[in-house]
């Protein structure tokens, strides 16, 4: 006890601050996303007191931010064996099994939410936003359409809602739930893309061309919508432009293919054999490309020297391959 006296009486002297409980320190080393750091203290911390949500939910999210989601999942599934009614814990747990593609598991804890909290809004947003992924259209605008009767703010479903417009080709309807959501929110961090949907469907290239780049410019790079803007630029007539964006997008994500399909095909129109052939070679390995990939390879062998005719014929007679 003295020495715990003394101790206090020296901090207060030196303005040293008291040491953080291992509790504390964890969750300040979550806040700071110390994701590394935060790790084994929560899980020490959690094991202890499985009942405290704070650490609960702050170990689930530093998993997450490691891209443990299966651990995650776990930690979720055990926590609601006591917690059965934490509408929360349970949407958070859709989350998890959504991003590990057990879609069924979540669409049944999701009906769950729903016998719990029929009027949650969030609830009903969660499984039309599933319902969507699923391609039930109807039955997604049904929950969605819920939702925004619940919560007239509720932005994201009516994302969702504009989304499923367009897959059913309802333009005009997706145009109005995006004027809906930027009077509500004009700030809303989807509106753009939203925006540059719209316009590939109306065929105004020139919009759609720069919405993608404002969502570029927003969210950072990210190949499909540096794909997207490619496509855009193509359709507008500028044609190195797009290839440029076609290249920039594998250079952000190698294994975005659409690119390196467009990219080929651009090269053979532009002629640019040498840069064709080495984008067709990679595609040989993706079933959805594989014959357009060979086929094309077989074709622009023979405007190639004569050693390099055999190396061609070589790769056309590979195997396919799951992409």
Known sequence: ???????????????????????????????????????????????????????????????????????????????????????????????????????????????????????????????????????QNEAAMQALTQAVLLDR??????????????????????????????????SFPKAQRLRAQIAECQGDWRVAAAAWGEVLLAEGEDAQVIYQLGKAQLSLGERSEALSSFKYALTVNPACHEAAFAAAQLSVVLGDVETALPLYRSLLVVVRYHDQAKAAIARLSHRLPQQDRAACAGLTGKGRQAA
């Open 1 to 135: 006890m003295l020495t715990q006296y003394l101790q206090t009486m020296l901090r207060q002297v030196t303005g040293e601050p008291a040491p953080r409980s291992p509790r504390e320190q964890a969750l300040a080393d979550h806040a700071a996303g110390q994701w590394g750091e935060a790790l084994a203290p929560l899980r020490a911390c959690h094991e202890a007191n499985p009942a405290d949500q704070v650490v609960l939910l702050a170990l689930v999210d530093t998993l997450k931010a490691c891209a443990r989601f299966g651990e995650a999942e776990h930690v979720l599934k055990e926590a609601l064996r006591v917690e059965r009614k934490n509408v929360s814990l349970l949407l958070l747990r859709c989350e998890l099994l959504q991003a590990l593609d057990r879609k069924p598991e979540a669409s049944k804890l999701l009906e769950r939410a729903l016998e719990l909290a029929p009027k949650n809004a969030e609830v009903h947003l969660r499984r039309g936003a599933l319902m969507a992924e699923l391609g």
């Open 153 to 186: 703010k509720a932005v994201l479903a009516r994302y969702y809602m504009a989304l499923i417009c367009l897959r059913t080709e309802e333009v005009e309807r997706a145009k109005a739930q995006l004027e809906l959501i930027l009077k509500i929110q004009p």
